[in-house]
């Protein structure tokens, strides 16, 4: 079978499970719980940036999902709602901890790969990129890096980001603007600096 | 007195990460600057591997702790239950309010038939 009709099969049980729970089905909405809480989490922990606060995040977002929805309209696709529910608790998460914590992400980052099979342009990345990119996201002040997060690896709209974060669009797209900024200084300029200094200290001296 | 002028590769340079959700903020001049400009193309292509490297960590979970999905799920049971009893306790005190109301209108109504019967 191939990738487009599972990910069709998929979104059609996953509708069914949404109507299903909708209509106050709890075996249904556990059902929901069970396929989609790594993704959840995987959000959480990238935009509070430890396993405590992503676990809490979690909790809250499925709490105010069951809580909340008979007003999805399923318009949106159930997981981009639930990405807006996380984001939103991540957002009030990260202002309750913002006096008390160190900024920058404190726990190591374990992944797992999904599905390296399907995803060639993916795979074509190597993975030294990746490290580094990840590397660069941790390093983002918490309020850039829930932009970039949420637009750039969960392809949000800036609307949906700005809602969710509750700040505007413009600031939204501000923020976003410098995150990638640095980024790209972290992950490209900082490697290609190194690698002259290398050069330099790897050539004989004449 | 000197002039100063931004030269198109600072001012692009300035612009490609918003070019990433909308390339229609390039001009046609821009366009054309940037075919004839190895420092700008360089630029680019970072940008546009910067967002192929962010969209290809969606396909990557951070790894939990795979008791988390119970926790989650026991969590959901806690607020059930406590919404169910809310809503028990809100007819409780639904029925309570209304027998109230209801005793008062019947002694009010026997107040009103004795006091009727008295000045008959």
Redesign the interface.
């Known amino acids: 079978m191939a990738a487009t009709d599972v990910a069709r099969l998929e979104s059609n049980e996953m509708g069914t499970l949404v109507a299903e729970a909708r209509d106050g089905d ?1 075996s249904a ?2 059902a929901l ?2 396929r989609t ?3 959840t ?2 959000l959480a ?2 935009l509070t940036g430890n ?1 405590e606060d ?2 809490d995040v ?2 809250e977002a ?2 105010r999902a ?2 909340g929805l008979r007003r999805f309209r399923g318009d949106a696709r159930f997981t981009t709602w639930l990405y807006r529910i996380t984001a939103n608790c991540a957002s009030t998460q990260l202002g309750r901890r913002r006096r008390h914590r160190h900024e920058e992400l404190d726990d190591e ?8 099979g399907v ?1 060639p ?3 074509s ?1 190597s993975a030294s ?2 490290d580094a ?2 590397k660069a996201l941790a390093a983002l002040p918490p309020k850039l890096r829930a932009v ?1 997060v949420l ?5 949000l709209s ?1 609307e949906v980001i700005a809602a969710e974060l509750g700040i505007s669009v413009s600031a939204a ?1 501000v923020r ?2 410098r995150a ?2 640095r ?2 200084d972290d ?2 300029l900082r490697s290609e600096a190194e690698g002259r200094a290398h050069d330099d200290v790897d050539r004989p001296a004449v | 007195m000197t002039m100063s002028t931004v030269l198109p590769c600072d001012r692009l340079a300035e612009l490609m990460p918003d070019l990433l959700d909308d390339p229609s903020l390039l001009t046609a001049a821009d366009s054309g600057h940037i075919a004839q400009c190895l420092r700008c193309q360089a630029e680019m292509a970072r940008f546009r591997r910067l967002r192929r490297t962010l969209a290809s960590l969606r396909l990557q979970q951070v790894a939990a702790d795979p008791g988390l999905v119970d926790d989650l799920l026991e969590g959901l049971d806690s607020a059930a239950e406590r919404r169910e009893r809310h809503r028990i306790a809100g007819r409780r005190a639904a029925s309570i309010v209304g027998l109230a109301a209801a005793t008062a209108a019947g002694v009010g109504g026997v107040l009103v038939l004795a006091t009727r019967r008295r000045s008959a």
């Open positions: 709890r909405f556990d719980v069970r809480w790594a993704d989490y995987s922990f990238r396993a992503a676990r979690c909790q499925y709490l069951f809580r980052l374990e992944l797992n790969d999904l599905s390296p995803d342009v993916g795979r990345e990129l990746r990119v990840q970039v637009r750039d690896i969960y392809d800036h797209k976003l603007h990638r900024h980024l790209r992950v490209f």
